[in-house]
């Protein structure tokens, strides 16, 4: 039964678990006019919460259980920040014209021409001379209709996924095609000593981050760097070194 008076939304006392591989979960319970509660929901979903909404099957009152990962006390939303974040190192195949491979650069100018026109069709396989053994194996890759070749390349990858109140340097534009040595990427990402993979020795290059807002109104968060042994100073810049 309701008395005469402001009904207002209530929050019992809340608890808090924490175990070692989810961390802190606090657990809040609300109970009010059920309008009252379902006015919540907006405010609950923008935060990230889980939660679940109980109303009294006689009666206008409502109760509202909320899960909120990570928020130690309960009560500031943004104690739920980074909810999690995961290191992985992926292949990327890239496809390259046979022409830039290191070893037809190595071949003389006159052969490298006569090849190129073999390639084109410009000239037969007998015209097309070769004066070296790679430039014969090359010479018999085009004839196979060999024109191009892959290469397999290393991309570090953070996905980070975390509450609309976390910080927006979380999704960086700052130095997207921007080359990284070894050491300025650990620095200034704060790649973990305690990851499995070492980075190799080379430099990488920054990508434009993918950011995906997630059903509970969290976001996911992607950025990867492309490693390569060098990256063009003139295309993207300097180093940025530690």
Known sequence: MIRKGNVTVIEQDREIEWNSATGFRSTRKFRGLKDDIIGMVPAMRQAGYSFRISPDEDGPMSECVVSAPDAQDGADPNAETEISTI???????????????????????????????????????????????????????????????????????????????????????????????????????????????SLLAGYYLKRTP??????????????????????STLLYGSVIDA
């Open 210 to 231: 993918t950011i995906t807002q997630q059903a509970n109104g969290s976001y996911q968060i992607t950025h990867e760097w492309w490693h390569a042994d060098t990256w």
């Open 87 to 197: 290191w992985t190192v992926a292949g990327n195949d890239i496809e390259k014209d046979i022409e830039s491979h290191p070893d037809w650069l190595t071949l003389a100018e006159t052969e490298r021409e006569n090849l190129r026109d073999f390639k084109n069709g410009s000239k037969k396989e007998s015209e097309a001379a070769t004066t070296t053994a790679d430039g014969a194996a090359f010479k018999t890759l085009i004839k196979a209709g060999t024109t191009s070749y892959t290469i397999s390349q290393i991309v570090v990858q953070r996905t980070m996924t975390v509450a609309p109140t976390y910080s927006a340097g979380a999704a960086s534009m700052t130095n997207v095609n921007r080359i990284y040595s070894k050491a300025g990427l650990t620095s200034a990402e704060n790649i973990p000593g305690t990851i499995f993979f």
